[in-house]
């Protein structure tokens, strides 16, 4: 029971600042399974996966009610996202656990750099709507899904500066877009770690029930707190994280 | 009509899905007989909801005689279906 509530309320944790901060599940869930349960690595990255699938269907379903899912450019983009997510998943188990440690490393070390740059550049930052590009993004988003298959992570983090940057999206399209992707990439890539046996099943409803009832709460909280500390204490806490995985 | 029309159903059987995958799951996390097969199927559910998405897809777009995304929706549910080998 204790174990169950502990997993919920991590969950609630993680769900309530992923959705206050924009930051992705995977991000969150990986670190707190292996660093916080001591989980094996590879096994909090297949239960991260398994997870993250259940917040892609929830923000997908509030994404396509507020109509900004661009389903046909979604469609076209797959294909790259799930080769690469299909191929990281494969290739994980011939990684060293020490090379995925250090990779994860260095996605927390990003995202907590968007984090402490999102301050200095405004609310949503600048639009670089280039546009016309689909051939460049559709070659680099087998990266997107190849960080999901290997990290256990939604992706986000590479595919929305490749909605924005190279196709033009606004922010807010570009994450529609990337969630409902998000979801096509982490469930293959979970079905190859479960029938690896990578996935802490007994683990998965509290830590899902948590995080999406943390996002729910998100907006209520929210508005209670100084969004411009909470993003420098949450960045803090993600090199943090990022620290212990590399001598994990 | 575009596939931008289909967002309410899409959205509708995604919260289903994934509604549903989450109480069995959750019923699976308790001691009770069918615990494994309220496992199975919530995975089964959590895991093939968002292919929901890509099924509905390609059934409007047949309809529309859309052949070319017929062709993308279903070279993606065949990628797909490579992560059950």
């Given at each position: 029971?204790?174990?169950?509530?502990?997993?919920?309320?991590?969950?609630?944790?993680?769900?309530?600042?992923?959705?206050?901060?924009?930051?992705?599940?995977?991000?969150?869930?990986?670190?707190?399974?292996?660093?916080?349960?001591?989980?094996?690595?590879?096994?909090?990255?297949?239960?991260?996966?398994?997870?993250?699938?259940?917040?892609?269907?929830?923000?997908?379903?509030?994404?396509?009610?507020?109509?900004?899912?661009?389903?046909?450019?979604?469609?076209?983009?797959?294909?790259?996202?799930?080769?690469?997510?299909?191929?990281?998943?494969?290739?994980?188990?011939?990684?060293?656990?020490?090379?995925?440690?250090?990779?994860?490393?260095?996605?927390?070390?990003?995202?907590?750099?968007?984090?402490?740059r999102k301050g200095r550049r405004g609310e949503g930052g600048a639009e670089a709507a280039v546009g016309g590009r689909r051939t460049?993004?559709?070659?680099?988003?087998?990266?997107?899904?190849?960080a999901s298959g290997l990290l256990g992570i939604g992706g986000g983090l590479v595919q929305v500066p490749i909605l924005r940057l190279?196709?033009?999206?606004?922010?807010?399209?570009?994450?529609?877009?990337?969630?409902?992707?998000?979801?096509?990439?982490?469930?293959?890539?979970?079905?190859?770690?479960?029938?690896?046996?990578?996935?802490?099943?007994?683990?998965?409803?509290?830590?899902?029930?948590?995080?999406?009832?943390?996002?729910?709460?998100?907006?209520?909280?929210?508005?209670?707190?100084?969004?411009?500390?909470?993003?420098?204490?949450?960045?803090?806490?993600?090199?943090?994280?990022?620290?212990?995985?590399?001598?994990? | 009509?575009?596939?931008?029309?289909?967002?309410?159903?899409?959205?509708?059987?995604?919260?289903?899905?994934?509604?549903?995958?989450?109480?069995?799951?959750?019923?699976?996390?308790?001691?009770l007989p069918a615990a494994g097969a309220f496992r199975t199927a919530g995975l089964a559910l959590l895991l093939g909801a968002p292919?929901?998405?890509?099924?509905?897809?390609?059934?409007?777009?047949?309809?529309?005689?859309?052949?070319?995304?017929?062709?993308?929706?279903?070279?993606?549910?065949?990628?797909?279906?490579?992560?059950?080998?």
């Amino acid at each position: 029971v204790l174990a169950a509530a502990s997993l919920l309320l991590s969950g609630a944790v993680a769900g309530l600042l992923g959705a206050l901060l924009g930051v992705g599940g995977g991000v969150l869930v990986v670190p707190i399974l292996h660093l916080g349960f001591g989980v094996d690595l590879p096994v909090a990255v297949g239960t991260s996966l398994v997870v993250i699938t259940g917040t892609s269907i929830a923000g997908s379903a509030g994404y396509l009610r507020r109509g900004l899912v661009d389903l046909e450019l979604a469609l076209a983009l797959a294909m790259g996202t799930l080769a690469g997510a299909l191929a990281a998943s494969w290739a994980a188990p011939f990684l060293p656990e020490r090379v995925v440690a250090w990779l994860f490393s260095a996605v927390l070390v990003l995202t907590a750099l968007n984090l402490l740059r999102k301050g200095r550049r405004g609310e949503g930052g600048a639009e670089a709507a280039v546009g016309g590009r689909r051939t460049a993004a559709f070659l680099l988003t087998p990266l997107a899904g190849g960080a999901s298959g290997l990290l256990g992570i939604g992706g986000g983090l590479v595919q929305v500066p490749i909605l924005r940057l190279l196709l033009g999206l606004e922010m807010r399209r570009a994450v529609a877009v990337s969630t409902l992707m998000v979801g096509w990439n982490t469930s293959v890539a979970a079905v190859i770690y479960l029938g690896r046996g990578e996935v802490d099943l007994p683990k998965v409803p509290w830590l899902l029930a948590g995080i999406l009832g943390g996002a729910l709460l998100a907006p209520a909280v929210g508005a209670r707190l100084a969004q411009r500390s909470l993003e420098i204490g949450f960045a803090l806490l993600l090199l943090y994280g990022a620290v212990r995985m590399m001598g994990s | 009509v575009s596939l931008e029309a289909r967002a309410p159903l899409l959205r509708r059987l995604l919260l289903a899905a994934g509604a549903a995958a989450l109480a069995a799951l959750l019923l699976s996390a308790f001691p009770l007989p069918a615990a494994g097969a309220f496992r199975t199927a919530g995975l089964a559910l959590l895991l093939g909801a968002p292919w929901l998405v890509v099924l509905v897809c390609l059934g409007d777009a047949a309809a529309r005689r859309a052949w070319g995304w017929v062709a993308v929706a279903a070279a993606l549910l065949a990628v797909a279906a490579l992560s059950l080998l």
